[in-house]
């Protein structure tokens, strides 16, 4: 009896240990306009206070209108899709493309290019959804995008 407790409670741990690391971010992914462009002018919002603009409600307007702009023109046109197979992310916007590799114990993705950084973006499954985070500058809030499976 002892051991076969033993064997199921192996058997259960490494088929709850599988789907929670292995294969959860597998898919092509879309991005959640309505989700990410919300998300986005919270993170502008937030970085705007953190640079302490003038509190005016002319130069708010005025910046409130830029970072919608901003954000608008990345979600809706230029967000990569991203297609995740193995641990290796391939982003694609316009006619370039990104590899990356997800580490998926820590939620953490590395890019390998030219221009890549020492940062970590993060990427999380969060019911359903891909969240994709942008490594953030220091003492500002990080960017992430919502994507859905495509």
Same mark, same amino acid.
């Given at each position: 009896?002892?051991?076969?407790?033993?064997?199921?409670?192996? /058997? =259960?741990? /490494?088929?709850?240990?599988?789907?929670?690391? $292995? $294969?959860?971010?597998?898919? @092509?992914?879309?991005?959640?306009? %309505?989700?990410?462009?919300?998300?986005?002018?919270?993170?502008?919002?937030?970085?705007? @206070? &953190?640079?302490?603009? %003038? =509190?005016?409600?002319?130069?708010?307007?005025?910046?409130?209108?830029?970072?919608?702009?901003?954000?608008? $023109?990345?979600?809706?046109?230029?967000?990569?899709?991203?297609?995740?197979?193995?641990?290796?992310?391939?982003?694609?916007?316009? %006619?370039?493309?990104?590899?990356?590799?997800?580490?998926?114990?820590? &939620?953490?993705?590395?890019?390998?290019?030219?221009? =890549?950084?020492?940062?970590?973006?993060?990427?999380?499954?969060?019911? $359903?959804? /891909?969240?994709?985070?942008?490594?953030?500058?220091?003492?500002?809030?990080?960017?992430?995008?919502?994507?859905?499976?495509?």
């Amino acid at each position: 009896m002892r051991q076969k407790y033993s064997k199921f409670l192996l /058997l =259960s741990i /490494l088929t709850f240990s599988m789907s929670a690391c $292995g $294969g959860s971010f597998d898919g @092509q992914w879309q991005i959640n306009e %309505e989700i990410s462009m919300a998300d986005c002018m919270d993170w502008a919002k937030s970085n705007a @206070q &953190n640079d302490d603009q %003038e =509190s005016n409600a002319m130069m708010a307007k005025m910046m409130e209108g830029l970072s919608n702009k901003i954000c608008e $023109g990345f979600v809706k046109k230029m967000a990569p899709q991203i297609n995740i197979k193995n641990n290796k992310m391939t982003l694609k916007a316009f %006619e370039n493309e990104a590899e990356c590799t997800v580490y998926p114990k820590t &939620n953490i993705f590395k890019c390998d290019t030219e221009k =890549s950084t020492d940062k970590d973006g993060t990427i999380n499954v969060i019911d $359903g959804q /891909l969240v994709w985070g942008l490594p953030p500058e220091p003492e500002k809030m990080s960017m992430k995008f919502t994507y859905d499976k495509g």
